[in-house]
């Protein structure tokens, strides 16, 4: 078995501030994910990555970079953090070749911004 | 594009009895179909998966969902929940044919009661 190790687990920021997460994988998977998580809302896609260097939007990529230097690694950037914004932060990784939809998940990262 | 409504954001039910978490798609074709289940303080874990075949799908823990085309529902039971049930269920679908992104629905919390 795999696993996917999100740091820090937990992020305290100031507002405006440029805050970035960092996601490794040792599934070997091509395909790797962000998204956030806000209570009552659901997951959203941040960013995905189809393979090593590798960026495609997802459906709320404003305010956010991403990068893949490394298959293994997936790293998300909240270019400038808004007050009192809070909310998890998942990372995923998928088999891209198998088509199967069935992602797996780190443990998140919670982002609170003061 | 496709999507996913869960119309029920808290559901308590008492140990032992019977489980139904609802979950209703959009899609122009007959998407894939997953239940995820997220425990206290962890990421998402797979539950059970729909591609095509007996409605009906097994899942972990004695968990099954059924697949109606004609109502575009993905409906999740179980016959008897026990407290370790507890816990936020989240419906996602993904349309055939173009890997593994995953629209998710905004989750179920479940609380099982003594």
């Known amino acids: 078995g795999g696993i996917i190790t999100q740091t820090p687990k937990f992020l305290i920021g100031q507002e405006g501030q440029k805050l970035t997460l960092k996601c490794q994988q040792n599934?070997?998977?091509?395909?790797m994910y962000w998204y956030r998580q806000d209570s009552g809302k659901g997951l959203r896609l941040i960013y995905y990555?189809?393979?090593?260097?590798?960026?495609q939007k997802g459906d709320l990529s404003e305010g956010y970079d991403a990068s893949r230097e490394k298959k293994s690694s997936f790293s998300l950037t909240v270019t400038s953090a808004q007050k009192n914004e809070m909310a998890v932060f998942l990372c995923?990784?998928?088999?891209?070749?198998?088509?199967?939809?069935?992602?797996?998940f780190g443990e998140g990262s919670k982002l609170t911004v003061l | 594009a496709q999507s996913v409504t869960q119309p029920d954001a808290r559901v308590t039910v008492s140990e032992g009895a019977s489980l139904q978490l609802r979950c209703k798609y959009s899609?122009?074709?007959?998407?894939?179909l997953f239940w995820y289940v997220q425990y206290p303080r962890q990421g998402l874990q797979l539950l059970l998966k729909?591609?095509?075949?007996?409605?009906v799908v097994q899942g972990v823990n004695g968990f099954e969902a059924e697949f109606s085309k004609s109502n575009s529902s993905f409906h999740l039971r179980k016959a008897s929940v026990h407290w370790s049930d507890s816990a936020v269920y989240f419906c996602?679908?993904?349309?055939?044919?173009?890997?593994?992104?995953?629209?998710f629905g905004k989750g179920a919390k479940l609380t099982v009661s003594p």
């Open positions: 729909y591609y095509s075949g007996d409605p």
């Open positions: 899609s122009s074709v007959t998407p894939y």
């Open positions: 990555s189809i393979t090593e260097n590798d960026l």
């Open positions: 599934f070997n998977h091509d395909t």
């Open positions: 995923a990784s998928s088999i891209r070749t198998a088509n199967t939809g069935q992602l797996y």
């Open positions: 996602a679908v993904s349309k055939q044919g173009t890997g593994s992104k995953l629209s």
